[in-house]
């Protein structure tokens, strides 16, 4: 058994629980967005997210969990994850620019009843930002995922759950226990 990368190891684990034991005052802002998931859903919305990367793969993740089920087993749910669409994305980010692959779509599918979640670890990803903006103008309730100072998206965000990490791993760890646990709270109602 190999034992080079213990210590790393080690140091990776100790700096993932910390940053999980920092996220117990989020607490209530996550069960906030929780119940304004649940009223979204009972007024006839659904829930658009969006991401880059990682955070692309977690809104797909999430969309998943929301549509399909997450525990419970009960009817679908409207989810939808913006980042899925590849004729969508090549030919908006062609004909307008990547930072409006998100907008577009918003602008498409996106209505005053909805909710909006863009995932960025920064909170300053331009197509999210322009995205949040345009969710914003059709007045759907608008929820930020980041970390650090939680960016441009603090401003933006109707909600912004910030997590308190710099470190890209760590933000995103923490972003799909943040999704799992809104997927909980939706279904619990």
Do not use: W
Request: glycine letters at 10%.
């Amino acid at each position: 058994m190999s034992t080079k990368y213990v210590d790393y190891l080690k140091a990776e684990h100790a700096s993932h629980m910390a940053m999980f034991n920092a996220l117990e005052p989020l607490f209530p802002l996550i069960s906030t967005v929780g119940v304004a998931m649940q009223q979204c859903i009972k007024n006839g919305g659904k829930i658009l997210l969006m991401g880059n990367g990682g955070s692309a793969a977690d809104s797909q993740h999430i969309a998943a969990e929301i549509v399909g089920r997450f525990k419970k087993e009960r009817k679908g749910m409207p989810a939808i994850a913006l980042t899925t669409d590849t004729s969508i994305i090549t030919s908006v980010g062609n004909d307008y620019g990547y930072n409006y692959i998100f907008a577009r779509q918003i602008e498409a599918l996106c209505r005053p009843e909805d909710l909006v979640i863009g995932l960025t670890t920064s909170g300053n990803s331009a197509n999210v930002v322009s995205a949040i903006e345009a969710a914003n103008a059709i007045g759907a309730t608008t929820v930020g995922m980041t970390g650090g100072t939680g960016g441009k998206l603090s401003a933006l965000c109707k909600y912004n759950i910030v997590v308190p990490s710099a470190v890209t791993a760590r933000i995103q760890e923490a972003h799909i226990f943040i999704g799992h646990s809104l997927c909980e709270i939706l279904e619990s109602d």
